[in-house]
């Protein structure tokens, strides 16, 4: 056997097992939750079910601060009208902070800079199911704190999940820098 037909085996078990294991991370995301964290952050999109978490992790204490994102309402015209209602309401037992960006990476520099003007040392990132693991990754990459993650429910169709996928794809190769240059 040569050198040659070696490294494409051992290429090929590898390319295998990194979309795997990205198929598993969509399919099956780890919740992790603390007692307490600084803030919630919200993923814009969805069908409402990620500000309904959100609200739900307020309401049990979980952080005097949430962070939206109002940048967008390319995903849900209903979800994102929920979110700007919540950001224009001033009666909530907590703070919220609204922000602006237009995708995952822009969210995740978004909320990390909340972070830091606010000297956080840890949030909960709250959104679909399907869409954790990328979220959590970019805020991992772009807060230096500790990064929680709570899943909202969402069943989505396999489009979508072939669409996260790609983006999850993206980012372990192409876009891995925390800035909106790359």
Same mark, same amino acid.
């Given at each position: 056997m040569s050198i040659g037909t070696k490294f494409a085996g051992v290429a090929a078990v590898a390319l295998t097992l990194c979309v795997g294991w990205m198929v598993w991370s969509i399919a099956r995301p780890s919740e992790h939750l603390?007692? @307490?964290?600084n803030g919630v952050v919200v993923f814009a999109g969805g069908h409402g079910e990620r500000l309904e978490r959100a609200q739900q992790l307020m309401a049990d204490g979980m952080a005097d601060t949430l962070v939206l994102n109002t940048g967008t309402d390319q995903w849900n015209a209903e979800a994102?009208?929920? @979110?700007?209602?919540?950001?224009?309401?001033?009666?909530l037992p907590y703070d919220v902070v609204c922000v602006s960006a237009d995708?995952?990476?822009?969210?995740?520099i978004a909320f990390a800079r909340v972070a830091e003007e606010r000297a956080w040392t840890s949030m909960v990132a709250v959104t679909d199911d399907y869409h954790l693991s990328r979220a959590s990754r970019w805020l991992g990459r772009c807060f230096d704190g500790e990064v929680y993650r709570a899943a909202a429910d969402n069943d989505q169709g396999i489009g979508v999940k072939f669409r996260e996928l790609a983006a999850l794809g993206q980012m372990f190769t192409l876009d891995r820098a925390c800035s909106l240059e790359g």
């Open positions: 603390p007692g @307490q964290a994102f009208a929920a @979110q700007v209602a919540v950001c224009d309401d001033t009666s995708n995952t990476k822009g969210e995740a």
